[in-house]
Each structure stands twice: as structure tokens, then as C-alpha cells.
């Protein structure tokens, strides 16, 4: 079996459902080849050309690109876990006073949780409906970029640029980027605490009628820091990467709230029902939770 390809040209060639898994390839150019579906996992790319190439469907999963270029590159339900971009190049070079133009690069409804970007050029690239919690995004230019409707809990954007990036269709985004990247990014719009009420309402209405009335609240990545909120029914409620530092919640009911990822820095929780409630004891340990019911 061959396990390494090296200095071909495999432009514009279809290669729909190609086995590249777990080979080492080095030099070759893929510029404009049909890759839908292909099998590419635990490959290692050296110095490849992917210009144009379609990557619809395609698996990904923890393969190894360094050195290759990927502008003008598809993206599209492609399965990239885990995967490694080292020294990437992706979106094309636009003309001067063309910063309207779409992205040509697109990982729409692509999956690169745990994938590696450090350092990677993704200026203006579209991240639409993408599952990209803990990535690695250090160091990359993101400058401009979409993230539409996307998951980025535990990702790392240390040293990125961030200039005009999109993440207000993001809502774990307050959450997750750092503090010093909210003067230079959209964020999700602040709820306000009239709406935030109105919703607690039909939430109610939802545990009331066993889910048939109303609809369960659902806050993940919302910032509601300060928020006084004491007493309230949140039983059940999707609070998961919510921003509740310094927010009053004491007295609440989070009888099987989820509350994985959240912030919980001097939150006050004194005498809230907390039982069966998806919450980490590190997460607790910063909040105010004298009186709280574990059981």
C-alpha cells in the first residue's frame, strides 16, 4: 500500500470519495479537484495547494496541513476535527477598496472542534453554522471575519487579531473571547432585563404545563452580568457559557439548570436550590453560595 505521494499535480482531477487517511503527502497540488467525501483523517500535508478545491463532506479529522494553501478553498459539512493548520493560507488576496466583497473561503457548517489555527491567515474568512468549541485560534488574523450562528466555547484567541470580526450571531461569544476584544468585535446584543422577564414568564409556563405551554428559557452565552434576578424560577433552564459574574440569583430556583461553562464570579447564589443543577464545583467556588441546596 502506498503511504506517501510526493511532487504531483492532481489539479482539477475528481477525486470524490479518495482515501488520503493516514498517508503522508508532500508537494502536490489539488488547485480546483473535486475532494467531496474524500477520507483524508490522520493525513499529513506538507506544501500542498488546495486552491479552489471543494472539500464538501469531506473528513478531516485530525489530519496535519503545514505550509498549505487553501484560498478560494470549499468548505462545506466538512468534518475537521481536531485537525492542524500550521502556516495556513486561506482567503484570496482582495483588491484595494474591495473590503465588501464576500469571503471566498467558507467553512459553512464545517465541524473543527479541537483543530489547531495558530498563526493561521483567516482574514475575512465565513465561519457560518460551524461547531468551533475549543479551537486554537492564536495568533490568527481574523480581521473581518463571520462567525454566523457558530459555537466557540473554549476556544483560544490569544494574540489574534480581531479587528471588525462578526461574532453578534454568536451568543456563547461574551462568554468565550477575551475582555480586551469587546472594543473591537460585534458582540450579541445585551438583552434587557424587561425581555429577560417576559421570557422567565413563558419558561414558567413551559415547567407548569410539562413542556406543552411556553418555552423553556434559553440563555447560552448571554452576558447578564449584574443582573438582579433574586427569587426567580429557573428550573430547567439552558444558562450554559452565560456571563453571570456579580449577578443576584440568591433565593433562585435552578432545580436542573444547566449551567455548564458559565461564569460565576461573585455571583450571588445564597439559598438557591441548586439540586441536580449541571454546574462545576470551580465554577461554584467563585460565586457567593452560602445556604445553596445540593442535594
Keep these: 500500500m502506498v ?25 502536490v497540488k489539488f488547485d480546483g ?53 500550521r502556516s495556513a493560507a486561506l482567503p484570496s488576496h482582495k ?8 469571503p471566498q473561503v467558507s467553512f459553512a457548517g464545517a465541524t473543527i472542534e479541537g ?28 480581521r473581518g471575519s463571520l462567525f454566523e450562528e457558530c459555537s466557540i466555547a473554549g476556544s483560544e484567541f490569544e494574540k489574534a487579531r480581531l479587528d471588525g470580526a ?12 477575551p475582555g480586551w476584544a469587546a472594543s473591537m468585535v460585534k458582540l450579541p446584543q445585551r438583552i434587557e432585563l424587561d425581555d429577560l422577564l417576559e421570557m422567565v414568564q413563558e419558561h414558567r409556563q413551559w415547567i407548569d404545563s410539562y413542556g ?7 440563555l447560552s452565552g448571554q452576558d447578564l452580568t449584574g443582573f438582579e434576578i433574586a ?24 432545580v436542573a439548570s444547566d449551567l455548564r461553562g458559565a461564569s460565576l464570579v461573585k455571583t450571588d447564589l445564597r439559598n438557591a436550590d441548586l439540586r441536580a443543577a449541571l454546574i462545576t464545583e470551580t465554577a461554584l467556588s467563585k460565586a457567593r453560595a452560602e445556604g445553596a441546596r445540593r442535594g
Excluded: Y
Excluded at 483588491?95 to 464576500?102: F, H, K
Excluded at 453578534?168 to 468565550?176: K, L, P, V
Excluded at 406543552?212 to 434559553?218: I, Y
Design 33 to 85: 479537484a473535486d475532494l467531496r467525501r474524500c477520507d483524508l483523517s490522520h493525513g499529513q500535508f506538507f506544501d500542498c495547494s488546495f486552491d479552489k478545491a471543494d472539500f464538501e463532506g469531506a473528513h478531516l479529522v485530525r489530519a496535519l496541513f503545514e505550509n498549505c494553501n487553501f484560498r478560494n478553498a470549499k468548505f462545506v459539512r466538512t468534518n475537521a476535527s481536531e485537525a492542524i493548520f
Design 95 to 102: 483588491a484595494p477598496g474591495l473590503d465588501d466583497v464576500e
Design 115 to 142: 483543530s489547531d489555527f495558530t498563526n493561521a491567515n483567516l482574514h475575512k474568512v465565513s465561519l457560518s453554522r460551524v461547531k468551533a468549541n475549543d479551537v486554537n485560534f492564536s495568533g490568527a488574523d481574523l
Design 212 to 218: 406543552l405551554e411556553g418555552a423553556r428559557l434559553s
Design 166 to 177: 462578526d461574532f453578534s450571531q454568536t451568543r456563547d461569544a461574551a462568554a468565550t473571547l
Design 231 to 254: 427569587g426567580l424560577d429557573l428550573s430547567g433552564a439552558d444558562l450554559r457559557n452565560c456571563r453571570l459574574d456579580f449577578a443576584d440569583l440568591s433565593g433562585a430556583r435552578l
Design 3 to 27: 503511504m506517501e505521494i510526493a511532487d504531483q499535480d492532481l489539479s482539477g482531477r475528481w477525486l470524490q470519495g479518495v482515501s488520503f487517511a493516514g498517508k503522508t503527502v508532500k508537494r
